[in-house]
């Protein structure tokens, strides 16, 4: 299937300390976007990088993409404790961009 | 705002009753989703419409049905619930040039 896989499944950190979560899939993309859910909540939208970028930064998300590895990596800088909560990684399908499929996440607990 | 609504948000009932999950979204997507997620699991998507008149099944096999009379609402009924369907029920919706998706509280099932 095209489900992404994230790795680790749980992080727990000190607020401060940087935060890195990876993500792996099976087939072409158009691209990959990460999301964060708190508590069993809606999903938050975080990022997107296209097939064809390496590198995105927002705020203190830093997201880079490999394509001949097919995998993605979240980088939170100076973590905070309202970082807790679980990310996704979500990816389309080449063939069918109408159909997204998210792995199953990495919890991240991050301590005050 | 724009927003995406989703009720009821928690919902406890006995085997065979029907049920309607409703979402409408205010931000005039034409896409919309469902997803099934079970607690601390990856989302599974059920259906998916373009637009008015237009609705898929996702790759998670469901006993659910949905319809998209309207653009801003993608309900999601169940003619008989049953145990297995005791899960988190997500509604999503982006528009048809950005990937990002938006989505909504969540409607946390339980069949008794």
């Known amino acids: 299937s095209q489900q992404g896989e994230e790795d680790p499944q749980a992080l727990s950190i000190q607020e401060g300390e940087n935060a890195t979560m990876n993500c792996s899939y099976k087939?072409?993309?158009?691209?990959l976007q990460w999301y964060r859910q708190n508590s069993g909540r809606g999903l938050v939208h975080l990022i997107l990088i296209r097939s064809n970028e390496r590198e995105k930064h927002s705020g203190r998300l830093r997201v880079t993409l490999d394509t001949s590895k097919k995998s993605s990596s979240l980088l939170i800088t100076a973590s905070r404790a309202a970082d807790t909560a679980s990310y996704f990684c979500a990816t389309d399908a080449k063939s069918n961009f109408n159909k997204f499929y998210f792995g199953s996440g990495t919890k991240l607990n991050v301590k005050p | 705002e724009a927003d995406i609504y989703q009720t009821p948000r928690y919902l406890v009932i006995g085997t065979g009753k029907k049920i309607t999950l409703e979402c409408s979204q205010t931000m005039g997507h034409d896409k919309m989703y469902w997803y099934q997620q079970d607690p601390g699991m990856e989302l599974h998507l059920i259906h998916y419409?373009?637009?008015?008149?237009?609705?898929e099944k996702g790759d998670l096999s469901s006993e659910s049905t949905v319809s998209r009379i309207r653009t801003e609402h993608f309900p999601l009924t169940l003619e008989s619930a049953r145990p297995s369907h005791t899960s988190q029920y997500l509604c999503?919706?982006?528009?048809?040039?950005?990937?990002?998706?938006?989505f909504g509280p969540g409607t946390r099932l339980t069949v008794t």
């Open positions: 087939t072409s993309i158009n691209n």
């Open positions: 999503a919706s982006s528009a048809v040039l950005a990937p990002e998706q938006y």
């Open positions: 419409s373009y637009g008015v008149n237009s609705t």
